[in-house]
């Protein structure tokens, strides 16, 4: 069964909207989250490291202002897209390892469509 | 360069046939290597780590070439069902770390 679960599936919205992204990991703590986005045929980018009870370490070319990431508690990590406009409009997944290196697990993602 | 690499395809295959892809990676220092599935519009989804001494699920094979910098994935008697896009996936550092992607290489198995 899914050990993280990504919430919503599906987002349709309009521009100027902001969108929060929920990622949980369902039986053990992760500590480290990531949050990576796709684009149609291209690979997954990753776009930041969620620590919990720290800041976000945003990768070079990604605004933390626009993709704000909390991540709270050991099983829950969110990204907010604010102010999304259609340029945002993405597939977007987050990950987390059960364990120190350990293989990723995934959320189902989360397609954004902003009209 | 790009720090992983793969040829995007497609492959288009019998059922039954046999196809290997291969991956290519840049950092001669990464330390962990996995094959990730990835159908349309979904999630990836872990098929198998690639340990150095190589190894075997079923019917895939993966092997890690750590001196030429490659990774292989191997499929024998491939099924309708193992149409999907096989993604390289390569670990820099150790501990909680960051993983890179390859492009994916998309597979069709035809009846």
């Known amino acids: 069964g899914a050990v993280v679960s990504q919430h919503p599936s599906w987002v349709i919205c309009k521009s100027g909207t902001s969108v929060k992204i929920e990622c949980r990991s369902l039986d053990f703590q992760a500590t480290t989250m990531f949050w990576y986005r796709q684009f149609p045929k291209q690979s997954l980018m990753l776009m930041a490291t969620s620590n919990e009870g720290s800041k976000a370490t945003y990768e070079q070319g990604v605004e933390k202002d626009k993709f704000l990431i909390n991540h709270a508690s050991l099983t829950l990590s969110t990204l907010t897209v604010t102010s999304a406009h259609p340029e945002d409009s993405s597939f977007y997944i987050c990950?987390?390892?059960?364990?120190?290196?350990?293989?990723?697990?995934f959320g189902d993602g989360t397609r954004l469509s902003i009209l | 360069r790009k720090e992983v690499e793969q040829d995007p395809g497609p492959f288009n295959v019998p059922e039954g046939a046999t196809v290997a892809f291969n991956c290519t990676y840049s950092n001669s220092a990464s330390q962990s290597f996995f094959w990730y599935r990835q159908d349309c519009r979904k999630e990836p989804k872990l098929l198998m780590s690639?340990?150095?001494s190589g190894n075997e699920d079923g019917r895939f094979t993966a092997q890690l070439n750590r001196a030429s910098q490659y990774i292989s994935l191997l499929i024998r008697d491939s099924k309708l069902s193992d149409s999907a896009t096989y993604l390289c996936v390569v670990s820099f550092s150790g501990g909680y770390q960051k993983v890179t992607f390859g492009i994916g290489t998309k597979l069709q198995v035809i009846p």
């Open positions: 990950s987390a390892p059960k364990g120190m290196n350990q293989p990723q697990h």
């Open positions: 690639v340990y150095s």
